[in-house]
């Protein structure tokens, strides 16, 4: 069985440009959860998806970051324009339909770099 | 603030070593995880513990949990340099939605 795979791997933009990243969850799993970890600090939720509802979106820094899901099935990240401070690993974990083992199935993240 | 604080930050030990990290944490739980993430790759889960738990094992692995104190302990045994990696814990706090907070880590060397 595939596991959580994201897009692309490493990005490296300019301040003030697009960048979207896109996140396969496990197929068959509702939830899809959005982290980031900025350097040198700890990992961070931004949001999480049940299907293709936002179920908690508290994370989110500002409305520079977009999320959707549409279909419930895979996810995107846009952030427009990019800052600096946005540089990171933005990490994509899923879990089945009742979360309550609490465990989440990471993908292996997608690096931005933003200059 | 914070809510999970692993100590200590870096940790380097020799092959055949057990290794203890410790996570500290300030609200209410209704679990705690740990996760390992070998460098430049995902957050692998290793072990969840409950709230109403006080000790799990899983292989090498040994979780405590101790709620009277906000704290939680990984013990791994018989450490081998595949260990080598960063180890996270992270709570579900009792009145969110699944929302893991977590710490800054502890980096672990394991030294043939």
């Known amino acids: 069985e595939a596991g959580v795979t994201q897009f692309p791997s490493h990005s490296v933009i300019e301040k003030g440009q697009t960048v979207t990243l896109r996140c396969d969850p496990i197929?068959?799993?509702?939830?899809l959860y959005w982290y980031r970890r900025v350097m040198g600090k700890e990992i961070k939720f931004l949001l999480h998806?049940?299907?293709?509802?936002?179920?908690?979106e508290s994370g989110m820094p500002n409305n520079r970051f977009l999320a959707e899901r549409t279909g419930g099935t895979y996810s995107t990240l846009k952030v427009q324009p990019a800052e600096l401070e946005d540089s990171g690993v933005y990490f994509c974990?899923?879990?089945?339909?009742?979360?309550?083992?609490?465990?989440?199935?990471f993908g292996e993240g997608s690096r931005l770099t933003v200059l | 603030s914070q809510q999970g604080e692993e100590d200590p930050q870096a940790l380097s030990i020799q092959e055949g070593e057990n290794a203890t990290m410790n996570c500290s944490y300030k609200?209410?739980?209704?679990?705690l995880q740990w996760y390992r993430q070998n460098s430049g790759r995902g957050l692998v889960h290793l072990i969840l513990?409950?709230?109403n738990e006080r000790e799990k094992h899983s292989g090498r692995l040994r979780v405590t949990l101790d709620t009277s104190k906000k704290s939680s302990s990984l013990l791994i045994t018989a450490s081998r340099a595949a260990d080598t990696a960063s180890y996270f814990c992270?709570?579900?706090?009792?009145?969110?939605?699944?929302?893991?907070?977590w710490g800054a880590g502890t980096k672990l060397i394991i030294k043939p």
């Open positions: 609200t209410s739980i209704n679990n």
């Open positions: 197929s068959g799993h509702d939830n």
């Open positions: 974990a899923s879990s089945p339909r009742d979360p309550n083992t609490g465990e989440l199935f």
């Open positions: 998806f049940v299907k293709e509802s936002k179920q908690d």
């Open positions: 513990i409950r709230s």
């Open positions: 992270a709570t579900v706090r009792m009145d969110s939605n699944y929302q893991l907070i």
